[in-house]
């Protein structure tokens, strides 16, 4: 029998307080317009390019947040650093190795920038 698991990863979600206000922030650093519904009062599905992202205020406690990068957005390191400080975003750490970089969204999820 064949594995009916495909090898494929199709969504994270990430635990946010405020829905509006989470898709407010991921929109805008990503360039995304926020037009997009939010489902069942706490949802918010970013739409991406492969692997989706879904901002959940359902599933979000403080000891639920993102202490590690569970992925890491693609980018040319050295504009988007630059792109995030304009943005005033919590960088924690420099671009590491040339290659990537961590940050905070404003509920404390650990998140990554890499150069691929």
Request: with cysteine.
């Amino acid at each position: 029998m064949d594995n009916p698991i495909l090898k494929q990863i199709g969504t994270v979600f990430i635990p946010v307080s405020n829905i509006e206000k989470a898709r407010d922030w991921y929109c805008d650093i990503l360039g995304l317009k926020t037009d997009g519904e939010i489902q069942f009062g706490h949802l918010y599905v970013i739409p991406m390019e492969g692997t989706g992202i879904v901002l959940d205020s359902k599933i979000y406690s403080e000891d639920r947040v993102f202490k590690n990068p569970a992925f890491h957005f693609n980018t040319n390191i050295e504009e988007a650093f630059h792109f995030m400080s304009s943005k005033d975003v919590n960088l924690i750490t420099k671009i590491e190795h040339n290659h990537y970089f961590n940050f905070k969204d404003p509920d404390g999820n650990i998140l990554m920038i890499c150069k691929c």
